[in-house]
């Protein structure tokens, strides 16, 4: 089955204890993003990669950091996490070319006390 | 400076009924517009989307419609099912090759 995973799906955690959000795809594509989503501010990216070792800042990349060393997995790392990235993340890959019909994994809803 | 709004957080409507959710941009450089659709504790999934080169654009139940002119787009669900109810998330993408999201709709179909 053609899938995004993300893995936790739940993490409750502590301001700066390093975490790391893993995604996964199956379905060979080149390109991956993760987003954040909020409420009344929609779904926001934070970083995307168009091809292994190629990544680039999206809209809200502070305290993020990103890594792409295979084509399937693209995790997002948080060195020193805070309260303030608290919020519900979502990868999301889709084919070079096609830059429009995105897949979505199930989203990573984190907590930072 | 939020490029995409959708104006409305919440829309209810009734079982068989039309749902009209609208969306609003601002860049003009805009040249592809997209629906994904949203259920609790799932991803967006894609809907339906809509070239700037056309103003409408019809998959069974689901009508997209773009008018360019406005900048404005509206998504039409006819009729409406109790399993439409989701938040629904209007995109758009220009030259940049990028998806930008709007803040999202939600959709209550009650029987």
């Known amino acids: 089955e053609a899938q995004v995973t993300q893995n936790p799906r739940y993490l409750i955690t502590v301001t700066g204890k390093k975490l790391t959000v893993t995604c996964s795809q199956n379905?060979?594509?080149?390109?991956m993003s993760w987003y954040r989503q909020d409420p009344g501010l929609g779904l926001r990216q934070i970083y995307y990669?168009?091809?292994?070792?190629?990544?680039d800042k999206g809209d809200v990349p502070e305290g993020y950091k990103v890594s792409r060393k295979e084509k399937r997995n693209f995790p997002l790392i948080l060195e020193s996490p805070s309260p303030n990235q608290t919020s519900l993340y979502f990868c999301?890959?889709?084919?070079?070319?096609?830059?429009?019909?995105?897949?979505f994994g199930p989203g990573t809803r984190l907590t930072v006390t | 400076d939020q490029q995409v709004k959708q104006n409305s957080p919440s829309l209810s409507v009734q079982e068989g009924r039309i749902s009209i959710l609208n969306c609003d941009y601002t860049?003009?450089?805009?040249?592809?517009f997209l629906w994904y659709k949203k259920y609790p504790a799932e991803g967006p999934t894609f809907l339906i989307s809509?070239?700037?080169?056309?103003d409408k654009n019809e998959d069974g139940r689901f009508t997209v419609f773009l008018n360019k002119s406005a900048k404005h787009l509206s998504l039409h669900i006819v009729p409406s099912q109790p399993g439409d109810s989701a938040v629904y998330f209007c995109?758009?993408?220009?030259?940049?090759?990028?998806?930008?999201f709007g803040t999202g709709t939600r959709l209550q179909v009650f029987p």
């Open positions: 999301a890959s889709r084919l070079a070319g096609e830059p429009y019909e995105q897949y």
């Open positions: 379905m060979n594509h080149e390109y």
């Open positions: 990669s168009m091809n292994v070792e190629v990544t």
């Open positions: 860049n003009s450089m805009f040249d592809y």
């Open positions: 809509i070239s700037s080169i056309k």
């Open positions: 995109a758009a993408s220009g030259n940049t090759d990028k998806l930008i």
